[in-house]
C-alpha cells in the first residue's frame, strides 16, 4: 500500500512522515548529499553515463547490493531505519533520473530482493569472517 494511503488511513499527518515516504523524498534526504554534490565514486543523478552499467547490473541486483552496501557505499546509505521498500524506490527514482525506466518492485520482485540481499549478507559475513 502507498505510504501516504497508510497515513491517511491511519490518520497521521503528512508531517510526521519520515522523508522517505517517496522514492523522491528518500532521494532527497538520504542519497543526495552523495548522489548529488559530486562525491568520489557516487553516481551523480542524471549522469546517463555513470548509471548505465550499475542500470545494466538489473533493479533486483542492484537494489540488492546498494541496501547491504556497495564499492564504498554504506548499507541503507547510511540511514539505519530504511526499509529494503523505501531504498528501492529511492533507487529508482535515480535510476529513472539517469537514463533507466524502473517501476515499483512488485511483491515478486521484492522477494527476490530479499533473496538477493540475504545472499550479500552472508557473503560479506563469510569474508569478514575469513
Known amino acids: 500500500m502507498n505510504p501516504l494511503a497508510i497515513c491517511l488511513l491511519a490518520g497521521i499527518t503528512w508531517a510526521t512522515v519520515p522523508a522517505w515516504a517517496s522514492g523522491e523524498g528518500t532521494y532527497k534526504a538520504v542519497c543526495a548529499s552523495c548522489h548529488g554534490q559530486a562525491f568520489p565514486k557516487a553516481p ?3 549522469n ?8 545494466r547490473e538489473g533493479q533486483v541486483t542492484l537494489t ?20 529494503l521498500e523505501a531504498f528501492a524506490e529511492a533507487l529508482n527514482h535515480m535510476v529513472n533520473q539517469s537514463g533507466g525506466n ?3 518492485p512488485d511483491a515478486k520482485t521484492l522477494q527476490a530482493m530479499q533473496a538477493e540481499v540475504a545472499k550479500r549478507q552472508k557473503s560479506k559475513a563469510s569474508k569478514a569472517g575469513g
Request: without cysteine; glycine residues 18%.
Open 44 to 46: 551523480q543523478l542524471g
Open 48 to 55: 546517463k553515463t555513470q548509471w548505465a552499467p550499475l542500470i
Open 64 to 83: 540488492a547490493h546498494g541496501y547491504v552496501g556497495v564499492r564504498g557505499m554504506p548499507a541503507k546509505g547510511g540511514q539505519a531505519d530504511l526499509t
Open 102 to 104: 524502473w517501476k515499483t
